[in-house]
């Protein structure tokens, strides 16, 4: 099939590339290149470089929202585009252009987790199991008909980092069985179980040790490795990035041994952080030339 691929960050390179080796992506929209590092220079975005490697034409609008950019996505001619993580609105022109339509990998269990952050949400809320889905695109924010699903455990000491990764090639593999097998029914989205993955603000990564164990190892690692949790070591600030809870207790904050500090209900063993400035390091590596003091902000 003509496939048009849509998307930006890493977690779009896995469909990307399976999609290729399968279809042919007769063209790769992508966000235009941002500044980043020293330099302040543009850099493309994972998907932009992908899309190079493997001699794909690459198109990075500010907005699709024009004629002339609606024109030339129209004239492309494709079957179907796939949308993953792409970061544009798709106006109602867009989204009809293709002849099957524009499918959407979303990395959860719809109605469950739409929105920005679903794999952020989804470890920070404690959920068993996620998934992926692939979605029949329409004007609502991740509203359309389900035509597949792919579930899977989350695991106890699973981050945002390594659900992201798994869930990417997941959502990989299932979105390449669909595009072989359409046109395919959808199940329309139940109205029961809605809940909206709100984009994650910087405010919520301090961690608040009165909180109980459970709810500040869950936010340690939904929020793994960005933005990252954080807590006050001695009026330094210290990123924490893997966790469990632990055996023990005692005052909020207080250091009970190592990196294990106590909530306000039960005991929280940090075990990846990184200091200012510093590489992340395991807590063991860490504590090796740092001594903690007797309490945590």
């Not at 996620?130 to 329409?138: F, L, P």
């Not at 009970?256 to 500090?261: K, Q, R, Y």
């Amino acid at each position: 099939m003509r496939v048009i691929f849509m998307g930006t960050p890493d977690f779009s390179v896995p469909a990307l590339r399976a999609i290729a080796a399968a279809h042919e992506v007769v063209a790769v929209y992508s966000q235009p290149p941002r500044a980043a590092g020293r330099g302040q220079k543009p850099r493309p975005s994972p998907v932009q470089r992908a899309a190079e490697d493997l001699g794909i034409p690459v198109r990075a609008p500010v907005s699709l929202k024009g004629a002339e950019a609606q024109a030339e996505f129209t004239a492309l001619g494709a079957d179907a585009a796939v949308v993953v993580a792409y970061g544009l609105i798709l106006p109602q022109a867009v989204l009809d252009a293709p002849r099957l339509g524009c499918l959407n990998i979303h990395a959860s269990l719809l109605p469950r987790w739409r929105g920005a952050a679903p794999i952020h949400r989804a470890v920070m809320s404690g959920d068993a199991e996620t998934g992926v889905a692939i979605m029949q695109m329409e004007a609502g924010l991740d509203t359309g008909p389900v035509l597949a699903e792919a579930r899977t455990a989350i695991g106890a000491g699973e981050t945002t980092a390594d659900l992201h990764d798994r869930l990417s090639v997941m959502g990989a593999e299932l979105v390449v069985d669909v595009l072989g097998r359409l046109p395919l029914p959808a199940t329309r989205q139940p109205e029961d179980g809605v809940t909206y993955a709100q984009k994650i603000d910087k405010a919520e990564a301090r961690v608040d040790w009165q909180k109980p164990a459970a709810e500040v190892d869950r936010l340690i690692r939904g929020l793994s490795p960005f933005p990252g949790a954080w807590c006050e070591v001695a009026g330094e600030r210290v990123k924490l990035l893997r966790s469990r809870v632990a055996q023990g207790s005692g005052a909020p904050g207080q250091v009970l041994g190592g990196f294990t500090v106590a909530c306000g209900d039960g005991a929280v063993e940090v075990l990846e952080a990184q200091r200012a400035g510093k590489k992340p390091m395991a807590a063991a590596e860490l504590l090796k030339g740092w001594v903690l003091p007797a309490w945590v902000d």
